[in-house]
């Protein structure tokens, strides 16, 4: 099957900026190195619109339920993209969502509403306020969640597979 073709990426909300935790913080929990985020933070009111940062097949839509003991995120959807500039495959993710328009196999537009900001503290979207958690991958895909967070000792996923995704949106053009 042809990958579609992403030209132009987006910001995926309306006033999109990092207001949480940045790309690549390290985190702890109790002064102790925890985890190393692998997208960014923007914290809105529950219900802001989330859009296709690009153009692209979902390959991933699913509800991730936390509980009181382990936070998770939601409805998360992965976009499958191709850049015509460096003719690679990379993919966008939307973490914490309250629901999600799309199903896996959907081809969706620039722009095109995919889900909304889930409330805050809740049992499916776990305990903390109100936030999209979005993060740009440029690693192996093996049809299954990709993590919010790079932890030592770990083999699901690689720092190198990651990308700051504000850098990589305003430079895509630029991109060879
Ligand atoms: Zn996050």
Redesign the pocket.
């Known amino acids: 099957m042809a990958y579609l073709s992403t030209p132009k990426l987006i910001f995926p909300t309306k006033d999109y900026r990092v207001t949480?935790?940045p790309f690549g913080k390290k985190s702890s929990h109790g002064g102790v190195f925890w985890g190393v985020?692998l997208?960014?933070?923007y914290f809105a009111s529950a219900g802001t619109d989330v859009y296709a940062c690009g153009r692209g097949t979902v390959v991933y839509a699913a509800l991730h339920a936390g509980s009181q003991e382990k936070g998770n995120w939601g409805h998360v959807i992965i976009i499958r993209h191709k850049s015509p500039y460096s003719r690679r495959v990379f993919y966008s993710l939307y973490?914490h969502l309250g629901t999600s328009f799309k199903r896996i196999g959907e081809k969706v537009a620039l722009g095109e509403p995919i889900g909304f900001i889930g409330e805050g503290n809740t049992p499916e979207n776990g305990f903390w306020p109100a936030h999209l958690?979005f993060g740009i991958y440029m690693g192996p895909w093996k049809k299954e969640v990709l993590p919010?967070y790079w932890k030592e000792g770990e083999q699901r996923t690689r720092m190198e597979w990651w990308i700051n995704p504000s850098e990589f949106i305003v430079d895509y053009e630029k991109k060879e």
Do not use: A, M, V
């Open positions: 949480g935790l985020h997208g960014e933070d973490g958690h919010g």
